[in-house]
């Protein structure tokens, strides 16, 4: 699962609000929502908030493996 956690903890360093990506940058309220809530986005999404917040994607986003249960055996 890809979680967007560092997201928020690199706006609040860059003083980056939400309210100032909707006026300022036109970052729709829907894309924000699904970030909030770990739902996929496009690349063209991530690249914009990496450009926004002058940042690598490795301060917005990562990657953490989903728990998958072991194939059963017969």
Same mark, same amino acid.
């Given at each position: 699962?890809?979680?967007? =956690? &560092?997201?928020? !903890?690199?706006? &609040? &360093?860059?003083?980056?609000?939400? #309210?100032?990506?909707? $006026?300022? #940058?036109?970052? =729709?309220?829907?894309?924000?929502?699904?970030?909030?809530?770990?739902?996929?986005?496009?690349? &063209?999404?991530?690249n914009?908030?990496?450009?926004?917040?002058?940042?690598?994607?490795?301060?917005?986003? !990562?990657?953490?493996? =989903? $728990?998958?249960?072991p194939?059963?055996?017969?």
């Open positions: 699962m890809i979680k967007f =956690d &560092k997201l928020w !903890e690199t706006m &609040k &360093k860059k003083k980056i609000t939400t #309210y100032r990506l909707r $006026e300022t #940058y036109g970052i =729709d309220n829907e894309i924000i929502r699904r970030m909030k809530a770990n739902k996929s986005t496009t690349t &063209k999404t991530l914009r908030f990496c450009a926004i917040l002058n940042c690598s994607l490795e301060e917005i986003a !990562e990657y953490v493996p =989903d $728990e998958i249960a194939p059963e055996e017969n």
